[in-house]
């Protein structure tokens, strides 16, 4: 995968090739400032103990680097209580990182870390300034891009990259509306293998997956511990919590090596492995 003689930076056509660059934010200030999702709800008075945060932080970057896989980290600012969640503030598509439009208040900003650093290293982007739009909610497979239509990304976001999009078919998702993101209840995990929340989705669009995919059906319990947002690392292994012991299991048998990081302190925030993840190369085979 060589350009003009250079390696590119940036690279990304799915959820599951080889991962070989990922942005990171530790969660040095991460509070539930402002309750923004059901997750986040549930562990309001009890709150996130920071100390166990950043350590099972530290060794979700230790397993990652022990797979050959470089992690940048993005420096941490007291103002951005969610920072730890970098999928959200872009995505990588082709050659290309597109910075998002972040859709809170308690958010907004955070995208300006991450464009910063991108200048810094001299890798170009294309800023969604437009319309509202978050990585959570794009879930990339090949040539299909799949959308979803969430409090945090709005149908006009989708018509806008349909239109900049022309040779990928990108396919909106509606979902219920209390589920945060797309990746908190469908995750394409190989070509063949995706995870859902069935739940939370029209049997239009279950049936549609389903036509397209072997499914893995996430339990009501391990949706609420974010059962499908693993992070597909490349050759079939799957970064996981080792809370979710059905979704495991169901990975196990369809061949996949399932690596458990226990990183349950940041799910409290409403988020898992792979909202932790800004995937920037991927090599594709």
Same mark, same amino acid.
């Given at each position: 995968?060589?350009?003009?003689?250079?390696?590119?930076?940036?690279?990304?056509?799915?959820?599951?090739?080889?991962?070989?660059?990922?942005?990171?934010?530790?969660?040095?200030?991460?509070?539930?400032?402002?309750?923004?999702?059901?997750?986040?709800?549930?562990?309001?008075?009890?709150?996130?103990?920071?100390?166990?945060?950043?350590?099972?932080?530290?060794?979700?970057?230790?397993?990652?680097?022990?797979?050959?896989?470089?992690?940048?980290?993005?420096?941490?600012?007291?103002?951005?209580?969610?920072?730890?969640?970098?999928?959200?503030?872009?995505?990588?598509?082709?050659?290309?990182?597109?910075?998002?439009?972040?859709?809170?208040?308690?958010?907004?900003?955070?995208?300006?870390?991450?464009?910063?650093?991108?200048?810094?290293?001299?890798?170009?982007?294309?800023?969604?300034?437009?319309?509202?739009?978050?990585?959570?909610?794009?879930?990339?497979?090949?040539?299909?891009?799949?959308?979803?239509?969430?409090?945090?990304?709005?149908?006009?976001?989708?018509?806008?990259?349909?239109?900049?999009?022309? =040779?990928?078919?990108?396919?909106?998702?509606?979902?219920?509306?209390?589920?945060?993101? #797309?990746?908190?209840?469908?995750?394409?995990?190989?070509?063949?293998?995706?995870?859902?929340?069935?739940?939370?989705?029209?049997?239009?669009?279950?049936?549609?997956?389903?036509?397209?995919?072997? #499914?893995?059906?996430?339990?009501?319990?391990?949706?609420?511990?974010?059962?499908?947002?693993?992070?597909?690392?490349?050759?079939? =292994?799957? #970064?996981?919590?080792?809370?979710?012991?059905?979704?495991?299991?169901?990975? =196990?048998?369809?061949?996949?090596?399932?690596?458990?990081?226990?990183?349950?302190?940041?799910?409290?925030?409403?988020?898992?492995?792979?909202?932790?993840?800004?995937?920037?190369?991927?090599?594709?085979?």
């Amino acid at each position: 995968m060589e350009e003009s003689g250079a390696i590119s930076k940036t690279y990304c056509m799915s959820e599951y090739d080889l991962l070989k660059r990922v942005i990171l934010c530790q969660p040095q200030y991460m509070t539930i400032r402002e309750v923004i999702n059901e997750t986040q709800e549930h562990f309001k008075n009890e709150g996130i103990h920071i100390e166990r945060a950043l350590a099972q932080h530290a060794e979700l970057v230790k397993t990652l680097e022990a797979n050959d896989i470089e992690v940048i980290l993005l420096p941490y600012h007291k103002k951005y209580p969610e920072q730890v969640f970098t999928r959200d503030i872009g995505f990588t598509l082709g050659q290309t990182i597109f910075v998002a439009k972040m859709a809170t208040d308690v958010r907004a900003g955070e995208e300006d870390v991450l464009k910063q650093w991108l200048e810094d290293e001299q890798i170009s982007y294309y800023n969604l300034v437009e319309e509202r739009i978050e990585g959570g909610d794009v879930v990339i497979d090949r040539e299909t891009i799949y959308v979803g239509l969430s409090n945090r990304t709005e149908k006009k976001a989708v018509e806008h990259l349909q239109r900049l999009l022309s =040779r990928f078919q990108v396919i909106p998702i509606a979902f219920k509306e209390k589920y945060l993101h #797309l990746d908190c209840i469908f995750n394409v995990v190989s070509p063949e293998v995706a995870l859902v929340y069935p739940n939370a989705l029209t049997k239009k669009d279950i049936d549609f997956f389903a036509s397209r995919y072997n #499914l893995i059906e996430v339990s009501e319990e391990e949706q609420f511990q974010l059962g499908t947002n693993v992070l597909s690392i490349g050759n079939n =292994r799957i #970064l996981s919590l080792p809370v979710n012991q059905k979704v495991n299991a169901q990975l =196990r048998n369809h061949g996949f090596h399932v690596i458990e990081v226990d990183i349950t302190e940041i799910i409290k925030s409403g988020g898992s492995f792979r909202c932790c993840t800004l995937p920037i190369l991927r090599e594709s085979h």
